[in-house]
């Protein structure tokens, strides 16, 4: 293969298939979304954010429902039937799981990932590759890595500390790579400290490769290459989608004038032979696809992923004889999935009032359920939310019903937290997260007792956003990590914060206790026994309180989890067994500090016992010389630049475009307030947009900031539009009119 061809097998052939180069026998493969469901796209239309048809597919619970299951077994039951209608419909690789961490509750992607605690999120990934890979069809690990915000995700820089990177936002990963083995990791939009994700060998080689023993590929996410010189070296492997042959001369130059080692070239190109050339043989053997199972599956994850917030007076379950009113309109039309790029074209859709029956006056009514939550527009991929708060219209209805009959319930159907000003107000909150295609069998069989709710939340819920430790610099075009490891728990419980709902947290219409805790060397047992009087499911939740005398560190920290399935009066042993990183920090390394660590464990976050302590004589982890009496040794609030700058160990430097300093990584919408040209192509993109979407809706919003709001390089690589008009229209903006008229003439 020559030089020209082996950069040019290094890119997609268009935008969801690789280059087939049948003179060496090498086939083209599929690849397709998403985390919780296929998106094959067939048609003329293909785009990266789901407004285009796809063919049918069963759509499954988003990961923020999959995840309050806290079951590893099931969530790898649904990367195996996605993997099943993938090879169904000729697909190698399929674009999940999203594993990035919720840092913020308004991140519009929230409802894709998993947790706010990486050990969770880990595990629940590794199971779901382990799954889907079982029979040879592939994965994408996503997005590699601290991609926690969609506010200008595709040149945002993403600036954190060495400790928080690797104990918060890169331990997912970790996990789910160590333990899954996913064919491919998708590298990131966003920079990690000024590197962009496609270039930093740091990340994808050092890391990914040399600390963790990733065999697999680098594949971009859909328009994150930046440098392909800077990310051959860095071991990016192939860029998506195809069609541009972008940087191509560029690179051939690099080779030619020794600054780019064919070899590197070489590694790429057979990384992307293995992967098609193992597709081409898993895809020869035709299998069946039971796509009625995997509906069945759909209600069964909904059912065990739902999580009971509220019973008062044992509201729920419902009794068959009482008259019941069933009230708002996502009863009728619920929000079961989010938008974007994971959008699924379902193959069945299941609504509550498709399956309940028929309802009565609030008035007439014994219970009255309401059924509401966030509308799609409210969050999406591309865009994060302004606030936490539900529509006040749906708000009004809960009170209003909840006036009317002190009987109310609320089934709560968000793909993140919301401001729950009603809840006192309420006796049941059953929440379904964004429950997928059988969501309304599964909220039926909930309401009604056919299931019990075993879920538990995978992250807090605040009560108003403003608790929130990065509520006041959220987002930014540059992504300031200035609450360091405190995300989610880690910060409510050590600044003794009040939360809505914990994390952990979930109700059952069952009760369990737990009993004859035991620590013997790092060998945890406890048993939990079901007192109730109805089958039931406890997920049974163990944590290290690490020593507070030293390096500063959370209150607790989730180290293990299991989920037992328990008959009334039936009791199960359950065991754990602790390693090394159970203990660890990161200081230029995985080190355990000396000291008393208390191991905890229980089904809820409040009712937690003491399994024991373990004595570690460890290393002498220095106190870093910026922490006592810092935000971090007693965080409170929002920490302050400058408490930010210290802990960082340097200064803060914005990133700023300026006219006739613009670059291809710079967007229309922060050129267009200094340049006519850029302000004529902002109306022209929303012309394009306004053609197909209207402005108020999500996709709308998602594909103004996905065009407009993308670097023109990303443009350059997603539209297919030749590389000399962005140059030609980047030279005008920076003031050199006759030289852009120059480029956009030349041949
Ligand atoms: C999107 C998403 C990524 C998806 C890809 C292809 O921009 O960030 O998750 O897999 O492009 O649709």
Redesign the pocket.
Known sequence: MELKSKIAFCEGKNFWETKEFPQYGIPSMFM????HGL?KQEGVNK????VNDSRPATCFPAAVSTACSWDVELVGKIGSAIAEEAADQGVGIF??P?VNIKRNPLCGRNF?YFSEDPYLAGKLAASFIKNAQKNGIGT?L??FAC?NQEFK?LSSDSILDERTLREIYLTPFEIAVREGKPKTV?CA?NKINGVYCSDNKELLTNILRGEWGFEGLVVT???AMHDRIASFKAGCDLN?PGGSNYMEQKVLDAVARGELDEADIDRSVQRVKKMVLEAQQVLKNKTCCDYDAHHELARIVAEQSAVLLKNVDNILPLKKEQKIAFVGDMAKDMRYQGA???HINPTRLVHPADVLGSSVSVEQADVAVVFAGLPSEYES?GFDRENMKMPQEQVKLIEETAAKNPNTVVVLFCGAPVETPWADKVKGILYMGLPGQAGGEAVRNLLYGVANPSGKLAETWPIQYSDCPSATYYPQWDAQYREGIYVGYRYYDKADVRVRWKFGFGLSYTDFAYSNPQLDGEMVRVTVTNTGNCPGAEVVQLYVAPPQDGIHRPVRELKRFTKVHLEPGESKEVSFSLDERCFSVWDNGWKVPSGSYTILAGGNPDKLIVAGAVEKSGEVVKIPDWQPGSWYENPKGSPSLEQWETMLGRKYVPYTSQKGKFTMNDTVTDMKRHSLVMRIMYLVVKRIISKGTKPDTAEYRMLLE?SAGSPLRSLQISSGIKEKFFKGILAMANGEFIQGIRILLKK
Do not use: F, I, V
């Open positions: 397709c979304d998403g985390p998106r785009d990266y954010l789901g674009l999940g999203g894709e994408s996503k997005h991609n995700r998708m939009y996410d859909w328009g998506m974007g790029s994971s991929e996905t």
